[in-house]
């Protein structure tokens, strides 16, 4: 299958490329060489930067797969271990390598005690994602950077171990506790809770619900093929910076509202309209209102336009998870309220904006005891097995090419550089100061 394109008269035929599920692209990597245009797509809606085998997502029927396997089933039946092993080495692990794996991920937990008293410089009202950033991307000034197979391995297995605990111990930090150490004999979400719940003076035991809701959430956010954060590792790791570089720049990306920083923000929301009377209608209609700003957080997908699969689940799981505990959160019903009455408006049907996943995974967050600025990190977890693996599928990929996209300028065209006359004195003979412009 060949794709033609008529420019300017002439005809060029480019490569179409098919993928597993019948996906079509254009090859369009000779665009430029042969017809001396670019393709333009500002925020990519239509661009594929590469070519994967990690997730699949058809957005129009809300499906969405690891590896080949239904979220559906892994969510209902996978450890995030499991998860992290699909993801990154490419197939289910078997019990001698989930062992292996998993005892790895235990006995990397440690952050280097330097590490450590870099918490204390920050302000304790530092976001902790902007701490998260800075100490993955430190991990990289205490381990070796080698592109050699079984050092990149240790370094994968190395920022998984250490991030729950660089992401507790910012926690701790932000409500002012000691720090609380992992533990060996707990799996990878008992330690994260065992970190961010202890207290030393009382013994703390996992409670088995928390738990369940916590390797849920971690396994639903675990990849989403070609979205912004995962793109940009992608592309930071194109120019051979290291994984803990790109990893911290993907932290970066994801802190942003329109992205994972929704979490927070729609559990803000929903506070605002618990706070004002609960006029469902009014927001809705601020929503529609194009001389607003505000937009449905939480509402809203580049790609699935009919419903988001994690957005499903996680509505059953904070149902179930309320009641297990015996929560009563209104945000649940204010939020159930506000989902009604924006799918009934014509606006939200047109447009298809359906609730996504960061919709109801913060009333699971807040139910676990954790306080909203908490919420992104809590995604950017459950996201590293997925940039780790697209980082890794991108660098030994050979037909990988640095990121470096192209633009149409449209500035001002070729004019002489007239420089400052700064010899001109003025009338008391004192050189004349330049204006000040835009401040
Ligand atoms: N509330 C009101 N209007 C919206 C919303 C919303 N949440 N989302 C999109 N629209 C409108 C938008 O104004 C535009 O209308 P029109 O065609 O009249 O100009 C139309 O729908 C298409 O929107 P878009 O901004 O072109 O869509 P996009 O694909 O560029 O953006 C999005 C996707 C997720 C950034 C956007 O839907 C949004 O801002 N949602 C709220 C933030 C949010 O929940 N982000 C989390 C995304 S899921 C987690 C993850 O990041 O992976």
Redesign the pocket.
């Known amino acids: 299958m060949d794709a033609k394109l008529i420019l300017n008269g002439s005809e060029y035929e480019f490569p179409v490329i098919v993928g597993t599920e019948n996906e079509v692209g254009i090859d369009f990597t000779k665009l430029r060489s042969r017809t001396g245009a670019i393709g333009l797509d500002p925020?990519f809606?239509n661009t594929g930067s590469c070519t994967s085998s990690i997730t699949f997502i058809d957005g129009e029927k809300g499906i969405l797969r690891y590896r080949g396997y239904p979220i559906e089933e892994v969510a209902e039946s996978a450890s995030f271990e499991e998860v992290c092993f699909l993801l990154i080495f490419g197939h289910l692990p078997t019990p001698k390598e989930l062992f292996a794996f998993r005892d790895q991920l235990t006995h990397h937990s440690m952050i280097h005690e330097s590490l450590k008293n870099f918490f204390e410089d920050f302000p304790p009202t530092a976001h902790p994602m902007m701490i998260l950033s800075a100490m993955v991307a430190s991990l990289s000034a205490f381990y070796p950077r080698s592109v050699e197979p079984r050092e990149v391995d240790l370094n994968i297995v190395r920022l998984l171990a250490k991030a729950k605990t660089i992401a507790a111990f910012s926690f701790k930090r932000s409500i002012g506790q000691p720090f609380v150490y992992p533990r060996n004999d707990l799996s990878y979400t008992e330690n994260f809770l065992h970190m961010l719940f202890a207290v030393p003076a009382e013994p703390y035991i996992v409670s088995p619900v928390v738990d369940r809701a916590l390797n849920l959430l971690l396994i639903l956010h675990a990849d989403?093929e070609q979205?912004?954060?995962t793109a940009t590792v992608r592309v930071v790791g194109s120019s051979q910076a290291n994984l803990f570089a790109s990893v911290s720049a993907g932290i970066s990306a994801?802190w942003g509202?329109?992205?994972?920083?929704?979490?927070q923000?729609?559990i803000e929301m929903l506070e605002q309209i618990r706070d004002d009377g609960m006029d469902y209608r009014k927001y809705v209609n601020l929503?529609?209102d194009?001389d607003s700003s505000?937009?449905?957080?939480?509402?809203?997908?580049?790609?699935y336009k009919n419903f988001?699969p994690r957005a499903t689940i996680l509505k059953k799981a904070a149902d179930e998870m309320l009641a297990e505990l015996g929560i009563d959160d209104p945000l649940l019903e204010i939020a159930k309220h506000l989902e009604e009455v924006a799918l009934e408006d014509e606006?939200?049907l047109e447009?298809k904006?359906y609730p996504?996943?960061?919709?109801y995974s913060g009333i699971l967050y807040r139910a676990m005891g954790l306080p909203t600025d908490m919420f992104t990190v809590m995604?950017a977890l459950g996201r590293l097995p997925g940039w780790i693996a697209q980082w890794k599928e991108s660098r030994e990929d050979p037909a990988a090419r640095i990121s470096r996209p192209r633009q149409i300028y449209l500035g001002e065209a070729l004019r002489p550089f007239e420089p400052l006359d700064l010899r001109a004195k003025s009338p008391e003979g004192v050189p004349t100061e330049p204006e000040l412009v835009g401040v």
Not at 294 to 303: C, D, P
Not at 356 to 359: C, L, S, T
């Open positions: 925020g809606g989403h979205n912004c954060s994801l509202p329109l992205h994972g920083g929704a979490n923000r729609v929503a529609k194009k505000f937009r449905l957080m939480g509402f809203g997908h580049r790609v988001d606006y939200f447009r904006l996504n996943v960061d919709f995604f």
